[in-house]
């Protein structure tokens, strides 16, 4: 039936992936920055630390982010990523 087709929500982890993610590649955070605490980016951004741990999870499997366990999180380099999974894909 023409083009109304269904509209989903957005979670509110996949806005908080693709906002972290559109500050890594448009240069605000760059490799090596270090991330603020979960707590202290769910009261700035307004969501629950469920939503900021469910994203960073889903970044670092992206290849944007390095979560170093008691330490925190980390940008990573995801042009560098992006060509070890391509490589990792031809073996």
Request: aromatic fraction near 6%.
């Amino acid at each position: 039936m023409m083009g109304f087709d269904r509209i989903e929500a957005v979670s509110l982890t996949d806005q908080f992936v693709q906002k972290i993610e559109a500050m890594i590649i448009s240069g605000e955070l760059v490799p090596g920055d270090q991330l603020p605490p979960a707590r202290e980016m769910s009261a700035r951004m307004g969501v629950s630390r469920p939503v900021i741990s469910a994203g960073l999870v889903e970044l670092e499997k992206m290849g944007f982010v390095e979560i170093v366990t008691r330490q925190g999180v980390y940008v990573s380099d995801y042009r560098k990523s992006e060509i070890g999974r391509a490589s990792c894909r031809e073996r």
